[in-house]
Every structure is written in structure tokens, then in C-alpha cells.
């Protein structure tokens, strides 16, 4: 008889605790600017309790629905053309600080872009599959591939939102290298991508000037360089242990975002070098414990959806801890903290939607081996 189906406790506990650390940590960052702006400390929090309890509800869901309806044409294909006409229609809407990123509702916002990373995860982990064995075929693989990420890059970056740009591009090499694409191919695919990304860093001024700024931000510390200066500082107060949970006084006006993008410099305020450093450690066992499930699935669709959703998830926290550590330009900046602090919620929605997704490969698999023999599965060239 077999095993009551379990998860991933490892991986459950990294989503989960992140979830419920993000909701402790907005509140800490946005309790003064709420007051001041909403006449409510809660204003933020709420809207961030809301949507993290909807997102792990849609966990809970996702785990117990077999990821591989997820291959079926009527999934993929309408997916991805939804994602592209409401990256459309984000034209149609005013813009928030000079982008256009948003479908504004009356009490709602759609951002788009976070359901472009999941669509094409989905749409290449079916494409793959479904081409094993041609995976070194220019015209039948790379061809298509390139040509739908291109086009959600290039409606991504007219938003503008380079830095989601950049992430869809990362989550597309990793697939297809992992899938076993030629590398020669993904090298060509390279020239145009960095003369693309050249040019829309020298020819667009204030691109440029952000680069300059990233240079030597202390050049003009109440200028240009105020925000990045302002999240050093913030990082540096907070030593080896911190000043203490709700202690920090960047929040307190001084950092831009504190409570969005420029979190993670709050919680090195607060918890110091050893809370940082927790938080890196808690996404590392995820990545680990996620990349161990997508790599022990039961076949190659849910092993490249896994390590695709995966790739997605850390990539973008990486990307995040490197603008508020001043390590990349604030140009590359991709999203908040695993949409740890996603006020619109809508994007940490899907995050967690993706960790039930893996969450759901892992439990499958341990079914399949105490139930019946392991099905067969279309060995990766890059994995062997």
C-alpha cells in the first residue's frame, strides 16, 4: 500500500516562512510612510496579509492538482496570448513614476510582466518536451523559442522595465541549456541581445545617466545617486545584528521604497549582516530543495518546469539584493524580494502559485516511487 502523499517539508517551509517574513518585514517599512500617506500604520500590511493569504490558498490548490495539466495545448497557447494582450494593454493605461507596468482596476492592479515569467516557463518546458531529440535544431527549436521570448522582451522593455527584461531572458538560456540547445546557437543568440542592450543603455540619457551614477553614486549624494546612497547607509547602520525589528530610521522618509523595491536594505538595517545573510541561506535551501524536486520529476516536462520556475524565483532575488547592495546598476532592478513586499500582490500571487507547482512535482514523484515502477524520462544532454 502506498505512502500518504507528502511534499517537500524543506521546500514548503522556505516559501512559506519567506511569505509570512515578507508580510513582519512591510509592516516594519511602511508603518510611518502609511501613517503619513493613508492615516493607517496597517494601510500596506493589510493589502500584503490579503494577497499572501490568497497566494498560499492558491499553494494549497496547486499541490493537490497534477502539474501536467499544465502541458495541454488549451493551458499553454491561451496563457501566453493572454500575457501578451495585457502587456498590450498596459499602453492604454497612465503610467506610475514614468512606466507603464500596470493594468489599473478600481481597487486592483494586474502587473502583467509577473504573468509573463510564468506563461513562458509553461510554453517552453511544453515546447522542449515536446522537441526532444531535436533539441540542437536551429529552425524547429531555437527559432521558435527565440522568437517568443523576443517578443515578451521587447514589449517588456517598452514599458519600460529593463530588469524583467533581463529575467525573462535568463529563465530562456537556462531552459533551453538545460533542455540541451546548441550552445553555439545560444552564443549567436547573444551578439544581437548585448548590441540590443548596448544601445538601450547609451542612446537613451536617462539610462545613461543612471549607469554614470551607478559609477560613483557618493558623486551626487542628494541627486542622482540620493536612493542608492540611502540603501548603503541604510545596509551599513544595521552592522553584524542590526538595530532591532521596526528600529531603522532610513524608513523614516529618507530611502525612496523602503517598503517595495529597496526592502532588503530595511531588513539589513534591522537584522543586521546575520539577517541578511538568513534571508540569502533561506533562498539558497529553496533553490536547492527546488531544483531537487524539478530534477528528480517524472518526466522532462516537470523537469523543466521545474528548474524554470525555480531559475525565475532565485534569479529575481538576486537580481533585487544586488541594486539595494549597489552591485548592479538600479536599472536592473527586477521586481521586490521574491515578491516579498508586492503591495498589488498579484505578482507574489504567482510566486507562490509557481512554489505549489514544484511543491506538486516533489509529491508526485514520491507517489510514482512507492506505488508503481518510476516512469521513463527523456534524459537532459546537459544533465545527463
Known amino acids: 500500500m502506498a505512502r500518504k502523499l507528502q511534499i517537500d517539508e524543506w521546500l514548503f517551509a522556505a516559501t512559506v516562512g519567506l511569505a509570512l517574513f515578507g508580510v513582519v518585514m512591510v509592516y516594519s517599512a511602511s508603518a510611518v510612510i502609511a501613517a503619513n500617506q493613508n492615516g493607517n500604520q496597517f494601510h500596506y500590511v493589510i493589502r500584503q496579509g490579503i494577497w499572501t493569504m490568497l497566494g498560499l490558498a492558491a499553494m494549497f490548490v496547486a499541490m493537490r492538482i ?36 500596470w493594468i489599473k482596476l478600481k481597487s486592483f492592479r494586474v502587473q502583467p ?10 510554453f517552453l518546458a511544453r515546447f522542449l518536451e515536446r522537441r526532444a531529440g ?17 517578443l515578451l522582451v521587447i514589449l517588456v522593455v517598452a514599458e519600460p522595465d529593463l530588469g524583467t527584461a533581463m529575467m525573462l531572458a535568463v529563465v530562456w538560456v537556462v531552459m533551453l541549456y538545460t533542455a540541451g540547445a546548441s ?17 538601450l543603455l547609451l542612446f537613451v540619457p536617462w539610462r545613461l545617466a543612471r549607469m554614470v551614477t551607478f559609477l560613483d553614486p557618493w558623486a551626487d549624494p542628494q541627486g542622482a545617486g540620493y536612493q542608492v546612497v540611502q540603501s548603503l547607509i541604510a545596509v551599513g547602520s544595521g552592522g553584524v545584528d542590526g538595530l532591532g525589528f521596526t528600529a531603522g530610521r532610513q524608513k523614516m522618509f529618507f530611502l525612496p521604497f523602503a517598503h517595495s523595491d529597496f526592502i532588503f536594505a530595511v531588513i539589513g538595517e534591522e537584522l543586521g549582516l546575520l539577517g541578511a545573510l538568513t534571508v540569502v541561506g533561506v533562498f539558497g535551501l529553496l533553490m536547492w530543495r527546488g531544483m531537487r524536486a524539478a530534477l528528480g520529476a517524472p518526466d522532462r516536462f516537470g523537469m523543466l518546469l521545474g528548474i524554470g520556475i525555480v531559475t525565475g ?23 521586490v524580494l521574491l515578491n516579498i513586499s508586492q503591495q ?20 508526485l514523484l514520491r507517489s510514482r516511487l512507492t506505488s508503481s515502477p518510476r516512469p521513463r524520462v527523456v534524459a537532459s544532454p546537459r544533465l545527463g
Open 183 to 199: 550552445l553555439v546557437h545560444l552564443g549567436l543568440a547573444a551578439a544581437p541581445a548585448l548590441l540590443g542592450l548596448a544601445a
Open 66 to 101: 497534477d502539474y501536467r495539466i499544465l502541458r495541454d495545448a488549451r493551458v499553454v497557447f491561451p496563457l501566453l496570448g493572454i500575457t501578451i494582450l495585457l502587456l498590450l494593454a498596459v499602453f492604454g493605461f497612465s503610467p506610475t513614476n514614468g512606466a507603464r507596468r
Open 113 to 122: 510582466s509577473e504573468l509573463a515569467k510564468l506563461s513562458l516557463v509553461i
Open 134 to 150: 531535436e533539441e540542437k535544431s536551429f529552425t524547429r527549436t531555437f527559432m521558435p523559442c527565440a522568437g517568443i521570448v523576443s
Open 344 to 363: 498589488a500582490g498579484v505578482g507574489g500571487d504567482t510566486a507562490i502559485r509557481q512554489h505549489g507547482d514544484t511543491a506538486t512535482q516533489n509529491e
Open 313 to 335: 524565483i532565485v534569479a529575481q532575488a538576486l537580481f533585487n539584493m544586488s541594486v539595494v547592495l549597489a552591485l548592479v546598476p538600479t536599472l536592473f532592478a527586477a521586481g
